[in-house]
């Protein structure tokens, strides 16, 4: 897998600095993901970002921080007279919440040419996207996403998704759970968090998370769990259990699951068993946690 598409919505993050003031970044969950695959690949891989941005000025600040960040914008839509969303972490004990302003966001529309889409998706040998994907865009946008990571799949892109469920961004929780299940059903490798999926689905424990995916087609499950016990089952290396390290000091869990998500998806990359996936992502992200914000330098070692 040496050339990677991430699909999605970065926001300007205003995040809390240790005196009180914030501090400007851009950030977004797949594009976290992209981030920190650009800096985890073998040389020669390459990782695109695909979503849609303003022409203002803060809008070309981020695709320039992108480009900077090793992350290609090439196929990013630019959409006259919108802009990109902003969000701001508020921290509790390492625990973050957020407050989102994206009224006027251009990944809104970023299904909306699927001519632009499908060459976004083109040759791909892995698509990522995410639940927030499927969020952000209206119902027939949703359809051509995926209509078009399906047709991607059949000719040989390996789709990877993160259900990462936001319940204010969906009209009722049936249609978030409904379309969840529908992005599923394309994919071939889930990356579930065990605290989400119960909740939603009802599911008793990681097993029954991985099987209700499994039952949709992915081939390869990984149920993220916090400090627990990650559960993992894949076609052709079965069922997995790996038990994470705790982190020493949790500062900041914005971006565990993406950077968790990147770790994975690049040790996979180079060829390495799925348990030894697991267990770079899940240092990675003890590694990410521990400083503040989404986008942290020193995490990769």
Known sequence: MKNILSIGECMVEM????DGAYTRGFAGDTFNAAWYLAKLLPEGATVDYFTAVGTDAVSGEMLDFMERSGVGTGCIRRIEE???GLYMIALKD??????YWRGQSAAKRLAADRAALEAAVRG???VLFSGI????????????????????RKVGAVIAF????????WPSR??????IMQAAAISDMVLPSFDEDGSVFGDDTPEATIARYRARSAETVVVKNGVDMIHARSGTEGAISFQPTPAENVVDTTAAGDSFNAGLIAALARGESL??????????SSRVIAARGALVDDAVG
């Open 15 to 18: 995040a809390p600095r240790a």
């Open 124 to 126: 791909r040998d892995l």
């Open 162 to 169: 993160d259900p990462n469920m936001r319940l204010r961004l």
């Open 82 to 84: 919108r802009t990109v």
């Open 133 to 152: 994907t499927m969020a952000i865009v209206d119902e027939a946008d949703r359809g051509t996403l995926l209509d078009v990571l399906a047709e991607a």
């Open 94 to 99: 390492g625990e973050r919440s957020f407050s």
């Open 174 to 179: 049936a249609a978030m759970a409904e379309t």
């Open 275 to 284: 348990v030894d996936a697991i267990a770079r992502a899940a240092a990675l």
